[in-house]
């Protein structure tokens, strides 16, 4: 039996990096999975590959910041599981831009998918459970970007500074329902996502070659190295499974020693 056995678990941004991840380490530990990303394919492709290890799991094609389709989503999911007991709020994205060439167009992007989209994920799915009554557990992707601004990515810094704050109001909110809900904060983690960002600075001429601003900006980490997918898994197996019972309202730091508050 696994820490996470019976239990009906979705991530979000589940079909590739982080969320690819947190997906396999929770199947690992018995968990039911549903893999929701905006690429429907590559999260069934995902979903299929559990299924093949002989894992249940189901992937989901949905826009975390439409609400009708995280409705769907929740609903579908509890017809075929009958509820959900786990969500990870993890589907994000980010787009450099220097700091005095930020529009409202990147700002607004930025903020619909990594604040508004939590702020929906937690609303339908705590309804979802406060009427099923059986409690739960949400837990939303932070950032060390939530803690300290970077002029390179601004409206990414401010949007993981709001999935901060909304993870202690949403505590707040469902803590008499027994649920809970906890946030990680990642530094430097190796994924498509930063990936994403190099080929982006690249083309602004901001670096040079990719691997540059990776390895730059992971100089400052006291473990000597960034973040894989691996690496973050053991402390969302924490937050979904009833060892954080009595645990709510929190950002854990998991960044390395990059920064330490």
Same mark, same amino acid.
């Not at 189901?58 to 910041?65: H, L, P, R, Y």
């Not at 017809?79 to 994205?93: H, M, P, R, T």
């Given at each position: 039996m696994g820490r996470l056995?019976?239990?009906?678990?979705?991530?979000?941004?589940?079909?590739s990096g982080l969320g690819e991840g947190i997906v396999r380490r929770a199947a690992q530990e018995g968990g039911t999975l549903v893999v929701a990303d905006l690429n429907g394919?590559?999260?069934?492709?995902?979903?299929?590959?559990?299924?093949?290890?002989?894992?249940?799991?189901?992937? =989901?094609?949905?826009?975390?910041?439409?609400?009708?389709?995280?409705?769907?989503?929740?609903?579908?999911v509890s017809?075929?599981?009958?509820?959900?007991?786990?969500? =990870?709020?993890?589907?994000?994205?980010n787009k450099p831009?220097?700091?005095?060439?930020?529009?409202?167009?990147?700002?607004? /992007?930025?903020?619909?998918?990594?604040? %508004?989209?939590?702020?929906?994920g937690m609303q339908e799915a705590g309804r979802h459970m406060k009427e099923h009554g059986r409690g739960g557990k949400i837990v939303n992707t932070a950032s060390i970007a939530g803690r300290q601004g970077y002029a390179e990515f601004a409206?990414?810094?401010? /949007?993981?500074?709001?999935?901060?704050?909304?993870?202690?109001a949403?505590?707040?909110?469902f803590a008499p329902h027994k649920i809970t809900v906890n946030?990680?904060?990642?530094?430097?983690?190796?994924?498509? %996502?930063?990936?994403?960002l190099e080929r982006d600075m690249i083309e602004k001429g901001t670096i040079k070659?990719?691997?540059?601003?990776?390895?730059?900006?992971?100089?400052?980490? %006291?473990?000597g190295r960034p973040a894989t997918p691996a690496d973050l898994a053991g402390i969302c197996t924490f937050l979904a499974s009833a060892d954080s019972d009595y645990m709510t309202g929190q950002i854990i730091m998991c960044d390395g020693g990059m920064i330490l508050v």
């Open positions: 056995s019976g239990r009906v678990i979705v991530v979000t941004g589940g079909a394919e590559k999260a069934e492709a995902v979903a299929a590959s559990l299924r093949d290890a002989g894992h249940e799991a189901i992937g =989901f094609a949905v826009d975390v910041a439409e609400r009708a389709q995280v409705r769907a989503m929740v609903a579908a017809a075929s599981f009958g509820g959900i007991d786990v969500l =990870f709020n993890n589907a994000g994205f831009v220097p700091f005095l060439d930020v529009d409202e167009a990147n700002f607004n /992007s930025i903020m619909r998918v990594n604040a %508004l989209g939590v702020m929906i409206p990414y810094c401010a /949007s993981k500074a709001a999935v901060i704050s909304l993870t202690q949403a505590a707040r909110e946030g990680i904060a990642p530094g430097v983690v190796v994924t498509p %996502l930063w990936e994403g070659e990719m691997g540059e601003f990776i390895n730059s900006f992971s100089a400052g980490i %006291l473990m």
